[in-house]
């Protein structure tokens, strides 16, 4: 096959539900509106196509923040996975910090922090049980490891760590505060004892 049969082939695939979530997650982090219509016209579905293949605009932003989420937090894990002690402090310090640090995802986060507390802490869109059970298998690996003791059911200990860094981020809306990384670093220090 030759590099133009390559590019034909490739540019004749129909999109599909992952396209949508890379054009959304591309727009999302270049602190774009994250617009259900501009995603169907540019991937050349209706918007009954891209509804059935994510949802509506809360569920894709959803899944847009929870693949940032997770790719952020599997990394920050493997960066402190050497270091002594408790790591999931430092590692949920450092994806906090990461969340700052990325231009478009901060704007949107402050802008819109309430309607993004809510969609990341409630149940109904699947992103705070994915976030817990996250972190509940980080803890998991502590505790094996002794770098942590604790008298909670590490389902209570894998809540209790997400609301803390939770409680964090969302300063602007709960306080008025900007979100503190430092601060949830700090507190989950305390509690995530060796």
Same mark, same amino acid.
């Given at each position: 096959?030759?590099?133009?049969?390559? =590019?034909?082939?490739? #540019? !004749?695939?129909?999109?599909?539900? &992952?396209?949508?979530?890379?054009? &959304?997650?591309?727009?999302?982090?270049?602190?774009?509106?994250?617009?259900?219509?501009?995603?169907?016209?540019?991937?050349?579905? #209706? +918007?009954?196509?891209?509804? +059935?293949?994510?949802?509506?605009?809360? !569920?894709?932003?959803?899944? /847009?923040?929870?693949?940032?989420?997770?790719? !952020?937090?599997?990394?920050?894990?493997?960066?402190?996975?050497? +270091?002594?002690?408790?790591? /999931?402090?430092?590692?949920?310090?450092?994806?906090?910090? &990461?969340?700052?640090?990325?231009? @478009?995802?901060?704007?949107?986060?402050?802008?819109?922090?309430?309607?993004?507390?809510?969609?990341?802490?409630? @149940?109904?869109?699947?992103?705070?049980?994915?976030?817990? #059970?996250?972190?509940?298998?980080?803890?998991?690996?502590?505790? &094996? =490891?002794?770098?942590?003791? !604790?008298?909670?059911?590490?389902?209570?200990?894998?809540?209790?760590?997400?609301?803390?860094?939770?409680?964090?981020?969302?300063?602007?809306?709960?306080?008025?505060?900007?979100?503190?990384?430092?601060?949830?670093?700090?507190?989950? @220090? =305390?509690?995530?004892?060796?």
């Amino acid at each position: 096959m030759t590099t133009t049969d390559l =590019e034909v082939e490739r #540019n !004749s695939r129909r999109p599909g539900r &992952a396209d949508a979530i890379r054009l &959304a997650r591309r727009r999302y982090l270049a602190g774009e509106k994250v617009d259900i219509s501009a995603i169907a016209q540019e991937l050349g579905v #209706n +918007r009954v196509t891209l509804h +059935r293949w994510v949802g509506t605009r809360d !569920s894709l932003l959803v899944e /847009v923040v929870w693949s940032l989420t997770e790719r !952020s937090l599997t990394q920050a894990w493997a960066e402190v996975r050497d +270091r002594p002690g408790p790591r /999931v402090p430092a590692a949920l310090g450092r994806h906090l910090r &990461a969340i700052l640090e990325q231009p @478009g995802a901060r704007q949107i986060a402050l802008q819109h922090d309430e309607h993004f507390m809510r969609l990341m802490t409630l @149940g109904t869109f699947a992103y705070h049980p994915r976030l817990v #059970n996250l972190i509940k298998g980080f803890l998991a690996e502590d505790l &094996a =490891e002794h770098r942590v003791r !604790s008298s909670l059911s590490l389902d209570d200990l894998a809540y209790a760590t997400v609301r803390i860094s939770d409680s964090y981020h969302y300063l602007p809306t709960i306080t008025g505060q900007l979100p503190d990384p430092e601060g949830a670093e700090r507190v989950l @220090g =305390e509690l995530l004892r060796p």
